[in-house]
């Protein structure tokens, strides 16, 4: 059974009082179940800046989950149907179109605003502590959760999603620029004719002035960046698929290029792109981390050969050529050079944690740092860590409910 709610918060948990937006979240529940007491269980989307998803069924780790838990799915704020934060509703912020208004009104999207708001919907539907079960952003979203709120939660499961407790967006990208060339090696051994694909078409791009359907150019930049679903467990045979015919009578193919402009677009989530590195951010500007380290590693020069993919990464360029980014490129710079970001976690409540927790910490996790997550392990008080080989960043969603089985089994002493 589904139920849709909604629930007022205040734009800025600072200021109760002040300017009030709508958070929406869908209540889950097995039918045979609707008038159980079930404890509730918050899930905490990847992202930042994606609604939750929408079921259509018991299906993938929901079919778990429902065996014990009321569901809540949260459109995190600014997300799906909670109050939007697009390039439509900031335009009106401000005097005209204020840059500087738009970015002090957008840093109040981060994990540390979600999990404010969790906080008070939870006081609205029960009086207990709930489970958090938090994947990739998600798993941040519910470090923070533990840092300033853990009163408010009976039991934690992380997957994919432990993030270092003080490390910059600079040092993020350090790893997983290592991470990524690996991946593209792999993915290469596997496939070893889509190097000459890849390099056939870099070429053409590098040649010749290529459009989207949408009118968005089509760099060899925007080609590499196609590389972030190589973290994912079908992502190196879906590239793979991309790049088997992807040219017609010389040309790339409609079929290409359409292909493209829905893996490059930031339709369904512009908070992804605009708040991607400040959601690393602790008293430090970011200053477009992702694009001054990638300047270290040589390999993902697009002249090189063979041409290597990025991965989770957002560039100045993204902004300037998405239509739906475009007018918000000031916001977006003013943001990357913000030096007093709040800080977003306590590790010293950490140390002291009294929740249990569970994680999932995903061995060759090409968007999370194994390393990184491994300390923050140690320096949450009683947390244990599942260190798996077995699923890729998406094992929450593939692995028909076992990886949230087996966390349960360990938070509650069964494994």
Request: aromatic content about 10%.
């Amino acid at each position: 059974m589904l139920t849709d709610r909604f629930f007022a918060v205040p734009l800025d948990h600072q200021r109760p009082d002040g300017e009030q937006i709508e958070v929406f979240a869908r209540e889950v529940v097995a039918a045979d179940k609707a008038d159980a007491d079930l404890p509730w269980l918050l899930f905490l989307q990847g992202g930042p800046g994606f609604g939750a998803q929408r079921p259509e069924g018991r299906e993938s780790w929901l079919n778990r989950a429902l065996d014990d838990y009321r569901v809540l799915l949260l459109d995190q704020r600014g997300t799906g149907r909670s109050s939007p934060a697009n390039r439509r509703t900031l335009a009106g912020l401000g005097s005209g179109t204020s840059a500087r208004a738009q970015a002090d009104y957008l840093t109040h999207f981060r994990a540390d605003s979600i999990v404010l708001d969790a906080e008070l919907i939870r006081r609205e539907l029960t009086d207990e502590p709930w489970g958090v079960l938090g994947q990739s952003f998600g798993g941040m979203c519910t470090v923070t959760y533990l840092s300033f709120a853990p009163h408010g939660i009976r039991e934690a499961f992380i997957t994919g999603g432990l993030p270092g407790l003080d490390v910059t967006a600079d040092d993020v990208y350090r790893q997983t620029y290592r991470t990524v060339a690996a991946k593209n090696a792999a993915h290469y051994e596997r496939y070893p004719d889509d190097a000459v694909r890849a390099r056939q078409i870099a070429d053409h791009l590098a040649e010749h002035d290529v459009r989207l359907p949408d009118g968005t150019p089509l760099t060899v930049e925007a080609f590499q960046s196609v590389g972030a679903m190589l973290g994912m467990s079908r992502g190196s045979h879906a590239l793979h698929y991309l790049l088997e015919n992807p040219f017609a009578d010389g040309e790339l193919a409609d079929a290409f290029r359409y292909a493209m402009m829905g893996k490059l677009s930031f339709a369904a989530g512009p908070l992804y792109a605009l708040l991607h590195e400040a959601s690393y951010a602790q008293g430090t500007a970011t200053r477009w981390s992702a694009q001054r380290i990638r300047a270290e590693f040589a390999e993902f020069d697009p002249g090189a050969d063979p041409l290597y993919f990025t991965g989770e990464m957002i560039y100045p360029w993204m902004i300037d050529a998405d239509p739906v980014l475009r007018p918000l490129r000031e916001a977006a710079d003013i943001l990357a050079e913000r030096d007093d970001w709040p800080p977003l976690y306590d590790p010293a409540r950490l140390a002291a944690n009294e929740v249990p927790v569970a994680a999932a910490v995903y061995y060759n996790d090409m968007y999370v740092n194994r390393e990184f997550s491994m300390q923050t392990a140690r320096a949450i008080r009683g947390l244990q860590t599942w260190v798996t080989s077995e699923y890729e960043h998406d094992g929450l969603r593939v692995s028909d409910g076992a990886v949230l089985d087996r966390l349960i089994g360990m938070v509650r002493g069964n494994i």
